[in-house]
């Protein structure tokens, strides 16, 4: 066993540690006025309900699944008793785990969120700069230990199965690890977006379109379970959903590396991904600890800048600086683990090809951090285009909307597409005398690993970019406790500052949970292959006929699944959201003094009623798309063989891709059309046109007025896109990969 597998161990430790630091500078922080904190303890009281009766559902699932896996892999799989025994225990322990982690990660990381929420409103009554500071710190709690977890699950994991297995073995007997936690990803960020999407809705239908009343408006009863929801959706989901990322992407990038590890005797190749990835953590803090609040700009002394355009930037140059370093860390640990006299490449050394790659991977993270704010960010033509179509009512604003969404397929698309090229071109100018018994070289394999390297390097800066997702919700709580205590405007505006920029920072993170998801669906998909290929030992297992009855079959099932799995997301969150209209509606009629004109004659809604409706919405639909998503892939598998289960994987995952692209990027961009006209920025001229924002003879058409109504319709459209439906596709897309590959036996065995 290399000296490498402790790097990522150390770096681990010393993660989790930084997080604890940050959680103790965010908790250090005042909760607010007592008003603050009331509202606050009812949004965390809702949460951890929520989570505690989600997670005791998940967790039998998960048992169920575990023992399963494990029957199915003694029982069919090929080999001796205790080989099949060895596999098959080994497997289901790894499930659990997996599993585990993935629920600690995201329930520890909602926990500091939530109680990171009024802190964030109470320093926004003293300052922009301070208000940023303690929201992206407490978000950074979430971000690193996601990250910082997965690492060490892996890690650890693979050290544990080392013992009494040689290193090219373990890759293959930890790919349960991989599975756990995309099993637990998938129910967490479905259950959290239907739960979210659901009280949103309800909350923004009734409360804005038909009442007129402000969001998160104490008079609203669904205000409570919005703000809980925006924890359990984009906190907990999101980090289930980024640590079955790195997880599953890490797994499949050291089963690729068992190959080259037996033509080298170099085990840099399969711990490379642990080590790669130690080193984003450090790039990481670093970047984080470089945000500086003196930079930002209050709002009563912008003179006409968007503060929450200056608190971006600095967001940004924070993830630039992750970046270079990332880009100086992937050639170093190349350089160090990738070099070798028996490697022969074009013109410059191996480690330089394989540090190229990772730079590709890392560039990429860039180009959609780019192209998602120009989809989705107020600055740019897209949400304009749909804030313009608003002017002439909501059916203008979902056509618009959907064209957006439609649109902005092309260039992740073009981007994906290009860094895979690159990489594969920068890994394939090394040659590795690979071992044909292994792998027949039918593919390239310095091109493959080349891939996997870019994929590594694009999850080099996972924690910074979860970091800033978590901030979203974080400031999307602040503002509703800012409004439902009571504060002072200024107080608000500046919580609107940075819920702007928590929008942006939320949609980045979708892409880029996409773009990650994309590479690595290669990276996956050349590791099923390499798994069948050590079965069945034909090259022909390489090639996936489109021409083969069966393989296109289950290609267009896997297609089809897509759609499907999507539809009954989207039709979840619209049950769920039924009720709670109803609900609302049934408060505001049964009970009038809620919406008494005179503030003390005011009774309050009953809030519960709401937290209850959605809970229990959430739980229920959540487990129909879980359950079709998980069979799909193992019936296809079973009845269709091997070979049909790749063009399964191969052509789910590309629709998956182009589906998630249309529904996050579609939802952001209707989301921020509408922020776009709370903020006052929709100016129309004598003829009713459109004009500049900083056009000042224009008329403003901000809250509650007709286009602003439009633009809501739009935003509830968009909603179940962006945050339920879209979101749940990353993870189907690296579930179909994981389950193949624990699987692969199983398939093999019932066609020989």
């Not at 604890?20 to 809702?46: E, N, W």
């Not at 107020?378 to 059916?395: C, F, M, Q, Y």
Request: glycine content about 12%; proline content about 4%.
């Amino acid at each position: 066993m290399s000296n490498y597998i402790w790097v990522p161990i150390v770096v681990g430790v010393l993660a989790v540690a930084f997080a604890g630091y940050l959680a103790s500078y965010v908790l250090r922080k005042d909760t607010g006025t007592p008003a603050m904190q009331k509202v606050a303890d009812a949004i965390f009281k809702g949460a951890m309900a929520f989570l505690n009766r989600q997670y005791r559902t998940i967790a039998l699932l998960s048992i169920v699944a575990a023992v399963v896996v494990a029957g199915v892999l003694y029982l069919l799989s090929n080999g001796s008793e205790a080989a099949k025994f060895d596999l098959a225990w080994r497997t289901a322990i790894a499930f659990l785990i997996g599993a585990l982690c993935s629920g600690v990660a995201g329930y520890i990381g909602m926990y500091v969120a939530v109680k990171s929420n009024s802190r964030t409103a109470s320093a926004a009554t003293r300052s922009l700069g301070e208000a940023l500071m303690v929201s992206l710190r407490g978000g950074a709690v979430s971000g690193f230990l996601v990250v910082a977890l997965s690492l060490l699950g892996v890690s650890l994991i693979f050290l544990l199965y080392s013992i009494g297995n040689t290193i090219d073995k373990v890759p293959s007997l930890i790919v349960g690890f991989g599975f756990g936690a995309s099993f637990v990803a998938l129910f967490a960020q479905l259950g959290g977006g239907i739960y979210t999407k659901a009280a949103d809705v309800g909350a923004d239908l009734v409360g804005k379109v038909e009442a007129g009343i402000p969001e998160d408006d104490p008079r609203n009863p669904a205000v409570v379970a919005d703000l809980v929801g925006d924890n359990v959706g984009d906190c907990a989901g999101r980090g289930a959903d980024l640590f079955e990322s790195t997880a599953a992407e890490n797994i499949g990038a050291m089963i690729l590396g068992v190959a080259l590890y037996l033509a080298t005797k170099n085990p840099g190749w399969i711990l490379f991904p642990l080590v790669v990835r130690a080193f984003g953590l450090i790039a990481s803090a670093i970047g984080l600890l470089y945000i500086r609040p003196s930079v930002v700009i209050e709002p009563d002394k912008a003179a006409g800048r968007d503060p929450g355009e200056i608190a971006m930037k600095q967001l940004n140059i924070g993830y630039y600086i992750t970046c270079a370093l990332s880009v100086i860390g992937v050639f170093v640990v190349s350089y160090l683990m990738l070099g070798g006299e028996s490697l022969r490449s074009n013109s410059l050394p191996a480690w330089v090809w394989f540090g190229l790659a990772g730079t590709v991977g890392i560039l990429l993270s860039i180009a959609f951090v780019y192209i998602t704010q120009y989809y989705t960010a107020g600055t740019w033509r897209p949400v304009r285009e749909i804030a313009s179509a608003t002017l002439t009512g909501p059916a203008t604003t979902i056509i618009t909307g959907i064209a957006v969404g439609f649109e902005c397929t092309a260039l992740p698309v073009l981007a994906i597409a290009a860094a895979l090229g690159l990489s594969f071109f920068f890994g394939s100018q090394v040659t590795i005398p690979v071992i044909a018994s292994i792998n027949p070289g039918v593919i390239n394999v310095g091109g493959i690993f080349g891939t996997a390297v870019a994929t590594m390097g694009m999850l080099m800066s996972c924690a910074y970019i979860l970091a800033m997702d978590t901030f979203g919700p974080i400031t999307d709580n602040a503002g509703g406790i800012t409004e439902m205590s009571g504060e002072a405007e200024s107080v608000r505006d500046i919580t609107d500052a940075l819920d702007g920029v928590g929008n942006t920072t939320k949609a980045l993170t979708k892409g880029y949970g996409i773009g990650s998801a994309a590479l690595a669906a290669f990276l996956l998909f050349s590791a099923y292959l390499d798994v069948l290929y050590s079965y069945k030992r034909t090259p022909d297992v390489y090639r996936v006929d489109l021409a083969n009855i069966l393989v296109f079959i289950a290609a267009l099932i896997g297609l089809t699944l897509i759609f499907f799995f999507s539809s009954l997301a989207i039709r979840a969150v619209g049950e769920a959201a039924k009720r709670m209209i109803e609900e609302v509606r049934r408060q505001f009629r049964e009970n009038p003094k809620i919406m008494a004109e005179r503030v003390e004659d005011r009774v309050d809604p009953d809030y519960a009623r709401c937290v209850d409706i959605s809970t229990r919405g959430a739980l229920r639909a959540m487990v129909l798309p879980g359950v079709v998503a998980v069979l799909t892939p193992v019936l296809v598998g079973v009845i269709l063989g091997p070979q049909a289960e790749a063009g399964l994987l191969m052509v789910g995952t590309m629709g998956g891709i182009v589906l998630a692209l249309v529904l996050n990027n579609g939802g952001g961009a209707w989301d921020n059309a509408k922020k776009y006209i709370e903020a006052g920025y929709l100016r129309v001229n004598a003829d009713g046109e459109m004009v500049g924002r900083t056009d000042t003879s224009g008329v403003v058409l901000g809250k509650k007025s007709e286009p602003h109504k439009a633009s809501v319709v739009g935003d509830t459209v968009g909603d179940p896109f962006k945050d339920t439906a879209g979101p749940s596709l990353h993870v189907l897309i690296k579930l179909l990969s994981t389950i193949t590959l624990v699987l692969a036996p199983l398939f093999i065995a019932l066609h020989p």
